[in-house]
């Protein structure tokens, strides 16, 4: 996979994998009614079990880019298709089905009296009978570590407890593509990293497609398949985390900082006087470079 910059001049972008490809926005653009650019020439694929990570600065279009992928914001130019059917022109009108969305803030999200009415709404309407969406709410609340939260009030939930029963309403519903935005924002590193492992399970065990939007650049190198730097409403580049983490020219101008990962070998290397000729992002990786090139330097 390369590194892309599409041209802002043409009018289409080509999809990123024919084949593969479950959601294609072609060249949107969304400006908010008090003429706030939202998304501008915005090109994105989601592929077939893949996790693809959006990394951006604040206000740089990743939400709005989002709120279009389940039609809640149609494009004023431009043209999203998902499952090969366009969403613009309206021929799909059951998107809800199949790509599920995490919002930003989960009070956007939540509406029943009870945390396990919340949960069993989405299969309800999906035509699952009252125990068949009673079993799938029990089980995706156990998935995100939420189960003692199944009698509460949504509205007294924590910031954190919020986002743990959003996802678990999401991931009822088994859809093809689960979109999260800022999905650990505001989780402790326990319940963070319970998410990260359950985002994980969606693209191994279910198949499901994944969209995160993070500005946690860590996470983005532990889980991505596909990086897309995200700015002034579109993508410029995208890439595997390590096309894009081992380019730090890219990373300055998306307004981010490189990984750990990458910053700890790049200054490893520098302070040995060691070209970084590998290019680990994961941990398991930079400790494998770091043994090697300890090895390396001691001969
Ligand atoms: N409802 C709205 N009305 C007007 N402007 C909006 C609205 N929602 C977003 N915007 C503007 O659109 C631009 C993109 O915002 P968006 O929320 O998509 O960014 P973001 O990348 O998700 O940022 P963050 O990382 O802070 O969540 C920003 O300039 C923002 O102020
Ligand atoms: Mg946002």
Redo the contacts with the bound molecule.
């Keep these: 996979m390369v590194i892309v910059r599409r041209d802002p001049a043409s009018p289409h972008c080509p999809p990123l994998d024919r084949e593969r490809e479950l959601i294609h926005v072609d060249c949107a653009s969304h400006t908010?009614a008090?003429g706030?650019?939202?998304i501008h020439n915005m090109c994105f694929s989601v592929l077939r079990n893949e996790i693809v990570v959006l990394c951006?600065p604040?206000?740089?279009?990743?939400?709005?880019l989002i709120e279009h992928l389940n039609g809640l914001l149609t494009p004023s130019q431009g043209e999203i298709w998902v499952g090969g059917r366009s969403i613009t022109k309206g021929e799909r009108t059951d998107l809800w089905k199949e790509v599920g969305v995490v919002f930003?803030r989960s009070d956007d999200q939540l509406f029943a009296p009870t945390v396990l009415d919340d949960v069993m709404f989405g299969p309800l309407n999906l035509g699952l009978t009252r125990p068949e969406a009673h079993a799938a709410a029990i089980s995706a609340l156990e998935a995100v570590g939420a189960a003692d939260l199944v009698s509460k009030i949504p509205g007294y939930l924590s910031g954190g407890q919020k986002r743990l029963v959003s996802i678990a309403g999401v991931l009822a519903m088994r859809p093809k593509i689960i979109v999260l935005d800022?999905p650990t924002s505001d989780l402790d590193p326990l319940h963070s990293d319970r998410i990260e492992k359950v985002i994980r399970t969606f693209k191994e065990e279910y198949g499901i497609s994944v969209v995160i939007?993070t500005?946690d650049l860590d996470l983005a190198a532990r889980i991505a398949d596909r990086v897309c730097l995200?700015k002034n409403g579109a993508v410029f580049a995208e890439g595997t985390p390590e096309e894009i983490f081992y380019n730090p020219e890219l990373i300055e101008e998306a307004g981010l900082m490189l990984p750990h990962t990458v910053r700890i070998y790049l200054e490893f290397c520098a302070t040995g006087g060691i070209e970084p000729t590998d290019h680990p992002v994961r941990l398991e990786e930079l400790i494998v470079s770091l043994q090697r090139r300890s090895c390396d330097s001691s001969r």
């Design positions: 908010y008090d706030s650019v939202g951006g604040n206000g740089s279009g990743k939400s709005t930003q800022e939007a500005h995200v």
